[in-house]
């Protein structure tokens, strides 16, 4: 029997009145929440990584909103245009990942349909976008376990579990519910330089859950691969362009790779939300580019010769032509191209 249902943890919490945010900063050796009151404040937690994980950052600019709403008088006349400096505040707290931009845009749909309370109206909207997504994660993690093969170990990118979302996770909602069905019995996690999101945070909730897990450098992923140790490479995404091109941690791209010479399947996980059929291909994806001091230092002490410079871009693109499977909450894309992305898309308008 193994505990892999728990998935207790929720980074991404609404008082009703504020909002808390888990510090991940502080993960895995403190557990601290943060209270945070204002839109400018939750746009600074964003961009200082103390939430993150594209449909956490998602969920948590749309509960921005709601705080930049509340702040405001009841009687005011124009809300989309006294809500848009927060807006933009919060659009610009990171760039990669497609689902701030998409929650933003639901928030500014409800301020368009109009509403007696709209306060209120936005507070039920991202409620609903969380909610949501926790169900998306759940949907997903059948559909993404049902590929796995008996038994085996997987590999894993980053974090994508319920720190990085509404809860249960994308990549590691399919881990979860793969373990939990008996079809894999391993986890590898790399360790994901150089916030180390694979160590301090997917590590922890595999350990929290019963479910074995071993980190591995980023560069023993070939090792592993070579000596047959995993079947599947399983990762989320920031962004999925409209033919399959798909933005994740730097990184994902090497593992795509790599995959693909060893004969090992490479799955994304992500629920639609994360994907940008107004971007054409990969190379319209914005890719964040962060301080070097993150890839000099670790855990604030330096690890690099003074003197030494850094490029640090947070993520990559993977072609479309390595992924074996995109999960979605909406079905499986197998071999994504861009034709059968809009058919995905597309019975989404439908439905
Ligand atoms: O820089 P981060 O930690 O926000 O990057 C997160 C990732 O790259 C995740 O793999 C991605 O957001 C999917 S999370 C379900």
């Known amino acids: 029997m193994n505990n892999a249902t728990h998935d207790t943890v929720r980074a991404v919490q609404w008082s009703g009145n504020h909002l808390r945010l888990l510090d991940q900063r502080l993960l895995p050796a403190e557990t601290v929440y943060l209270d945070i009151r204002d839109a400018g404040a939750v746009a600074e937690a964003i961009r200082d990584m103390v939430v993150r994980g594209a449909p956490a950052i998602g969920i948590t600019a749309a509960y921005g909103v709601v705080l930049a709403a509340r702040a405001l008088p009841a009687d005011t006349a124009d809300w989309p245009a006294a809500l848009e400096p927060d807006m933009q505040r919060l659009a610009a707290a990171r760039p990669t990942a497609v689902n701030l931009f998409w929650a933003l845009a639901r928030m500014r749909g409800v301020l368009e349909a109009g509403a007696t309370d709209v306060p209120a109206a936005l507070e039920e909207e991202a409620r609903r976008i969380h909610d949501e997504d926790l169900a998306a994660n759940r949907r997903m993690g059948e559909l ?208």
């Open 144 to 351: 993404g376990a049902a590929l796995l093969g008996g038994s085996d170990a997987v590999l894993t990118h980053c974090n994508t579990g319920s720190l990085a979302t509404g809860g249960y996770g994308t990549a590691l909602g399919v881990i979860r519910s793969a373990f939990e069905n008996n079809r894999i019995s391993r986890v590898y996690a790399d360790e994901t330089r150089p916030w180390l999101q694979g160590s301090r945070l997917t590590a922890w909730e595999l350990v929290q859950d019963g479910i074995p897990v071993d980190l591995v450098c980023e560069g023993a992923a070939a090792s592993l691969m070579r000596q047959g140790r995993v079947s599947w490479v399983v990762v989320g995404a920031d962004r999925i362009a409209a033919n399959g091109d798909t933005a994740n941690k730097i990184g994902t791209y090497a593992l795509a790779v790599l995959a693909r010479h060893h004969g090992v399947r490479f799955m994304v996980v992500a629920p639609t939300s994360t994907i940008d059929m107004d971007t054409p291909d990969g190379a319209g994806i914005p890719i964040e580019e962060r301080p070097p001091a993150e890839v000099l230092s670790l855990a604030g002490h330096p690890v690099a010769a003074d003197g030494a410079g850094a490029w640090n871009p947070a993520f990559d693109v993977t072609p479309a032509d390595l992924i074996d499977a995109i999960v979605t909450e909406r079905g499986v894309v197998e071999r994504p191209d861009r034709g059968k992305m809009e058919t995905l898309m597309g019975r989404m308008k439908d439905e």
